[in-house]
């Protein structure tokens, strides 16, 4: 049974950087994506980063470009996203996301999110 469990999430102030963590487990694809979500009360979930393995090819957001970084190690089984100059309207609940294949469809695989509050 897939996993995941989102860490790093916290309070910082505008202009600070947080780095979010996501451990899974019960995942031996050979190709798949995965990806960082972030939702705020009242609006939908938005995909701000994205990476595919193999190849490692990334997706950003234009609201997180240059800001944010995705990586991952040990083959998908954690998922980093490095979030520096962060914005007040960086604030939300962030969600780790994985499916097997390709980045398009249905995300099949969701963490339990962290919590990220940016104050100015």
């Known amino acids: 049974q897939v996993q995941l469990v989102e860490s790093g999430g916290g309070s910082v102030q505008a202009g600070g950087s947080l780095r979010l963590s996501c451990s899974a487990s019960?995942?031996?694809?050979?190709?798949?994506?995965m990806s960082w979500f972030r939702q705020v009360p009242g609006k939908e979930r938005e995909a701000v980063a994205t990476i595919f393995t193999p190849g490692g090819g990334t997706y950003y957001s234009d609201s997180v470009k240059g800001r944010f970084t995705i990586s991952q190690e040990s083959a998908g089984k954690t998922l980093y996203l490095q979030m520096s100059a962060l914005k007040p309207e960086d604030t939300a609940m962030y969600y780790c996301a994985a499916k097997r294949g390709s980045c398009v469809g249905t995300w099949t695989y969701w963490g339990q999110g962290t919590q990220v509050t940016v104050s100015s």
């Open positions: 019960g995942y031996g694809y050979s190709k798949f994506c």
